[in-house]
């Protein structure tokens, strides 16, 4: 009736009952009522607290489905808070409890939930299994939309590890699954998805295919794709084009090597997926013949490294840009950084970082030797440095420059 004051007046009744009268089972469960009331009412930290109290309670009687309820409710705080880790570690409680209660349908909405945070905090491998055991869980319920569903995100978290096979394996299954449901929206998803998948290994046709089809099925839903999609099609069909006008084997593999290239760099800075630009950058070094294109996909795969924060893979990339004669000031003043992050002597990346300011335009060289400096306590070179990147024209880190020189001069001043 919308009388959350009153409600939460009479919750606050049931708690001081059940504790008054020592009746734990009952105080845990009215703690749990009360917690998601307050969790409705962005009253977090209230909310917090009674789940607190009420795992507690349910662990002392050990009440599987007491705790099961207590973790998983507690679990939406804590990830509402901004603790995914916390959360997760509910989650674990949650899914132990809910597995010796033997209710499947229960136990695999929260592992549909625990893949999520899992994959939030870079545990790809333990996603997997929680997906693997979700699907095998909601086959055995012969729940068909569902299952399509959670196969798209294991064809997300396989792609990402590199098994491209399994991913599109799962994408098919999953086609399959909508059209003989007849669900022309999920089918329209799904194909968009793999067109994805395929336009990333480099098959075209195929791509554009299940594009056009998504396209289709997605105005008949009445949903549309979406603007990204579209102008990801026309694209495509652009490429297409310029692939069969190409008069070799070796120009057809540099127009589509520099397609894909570009399609990293789309996946590593705004779609924020490092895994599956990496994927991306293998295909293209798997087929690339030209010196250009093969020094462009390694100083590419070596920021993926860096975003990843493996230093050795993007060192090793690095410095087969270089080998191959792609020594520019960007490749340069990645390696002097990956150097300098490794815990080097300022020796060692120093030369780097001098060949990558040569170049005036350069304000990230600049700003990444002057955070190398300030860690040897070289500040009046730091500043210098700052300075000078501040002085390149419309940078978009301006703000990050002017913030580290001023940290720069308050160390400075305290010498």
């Known amino acids: ?52 109290r009420s795992v507690e309670t349910a662990r002392s009687l050990e009440d599987d ?3 099961a309820m207590a973790f998983g409710m507690r679990a939406g705080v804590r990830r509402a808070l901004g603790d995914v880790a916390g959360a997760l570690s509910d989650l674990d409680g949650s899914v132990a409890a809910q597995d010796q209660l033997g209710d499947d349908d229960r136990l695999s909405s929260l592992l549909e939930q ?30 068909s939309r569902r299952l399509g569903v959670l196969l798209n995100s294991r064809a997300g978290i396989r792609r990402d590890l590199g098994n491209t096979e ?10 399959e699954i909508a059209r003989s449901q007849k669900d022309e929206r999920n089918l329209g998803i799904t194909l968009n998805i793999r067109g994805a998948l395929k336009r990333d290994l480099g098959d075209i046709d195929n791509a554009i295919s299940d594009w056009e089809t ?5 105005r008949r839903s009445k949903g549309g794709q979406d603007a990204d999609s579209k102008h990801q099609l026309k694209e495509l069909l652009r490429i297409r084009e310029r692939l069969a006008l190409a008069e070799s084997n070796a120009e057809a593999n540099e127009i589509l ?16 997926n490092p895994h599956r630009a990496i994927q991306v950058l293998r295909r293209v070094l798997n087929s690339a013949e030209s010196f250009d294109i093969i020094g462009v996909a390694n ?18 990339s690095l410095n087969q840009a270089v080998q191959v004669g792609y020594g520019t000031s960007a490749v340069y003043a990645n390696l002097g950084r990956c150097y300098h992050l490794a815990g080097n002597p300022i020796s060692v990346s120093q030369g780097y970082f001098e060949r990558a300011i040569q170049d005036t335009q350069n304000a990230w060289a600049r700003f990444w030797y002057a955070m190398a400096l300030v860690d040897f306590d070289r500040f009046e070179e730091a500043e210098e440095l700052l300075f000078d990147a501040l002085n390149v024209k419309g940078h978009q880190a301006q703000k990050e420059f002017l913030e580290a020189l001023a940290s720069v001069q ?3 001043g305290n010498e």
């Open 410 to 412: 308050v160390k400075k």
């Open 299 to 316: 100083f590419q795969l070596g920021k993926c490294y860096i975003k990843l924060g493996d230093l050795d893979g993007a060192l090793r």
């Open 65 to 67: 489905q007491s705790l």
């Open 114 to 143: 625990r893949w999520k945070d899992r994959r939030e905090l870079g545990d790809l491998e333990g996603a997997l299994a929680d997906l693997d055991q979700a699907i095998a869980l909601v086959e055995k319920d012969g729940e």
């Open 166 to 175: 399994g991913a599109l394996a799962d994408l098919d299954r999953s086609v």
């Open 257 to 272: 090597g520099r397609y894909l290239i570009k399609i990293s760099r789309n996946l590593l800075h705004i779609r924020e």
């Open 214 to 218: 998504s396209r289709s099925v997605l």
């Open 1 to 52: 009736l919308g009388n959350t004051e009153g409600a939460l007046a009479d919750l606050d009744r049931s708690v001081e009952i059940a504790r008054s009268q020592k009746d734990e089972r009952n105080l845990a469960f009215a703690l749990n009522i009360r917690g998601a009331l307050k969790r409705d009412l962005n009253d977090l930290d209230g909310a917090l607290a009674d789940l607190d």
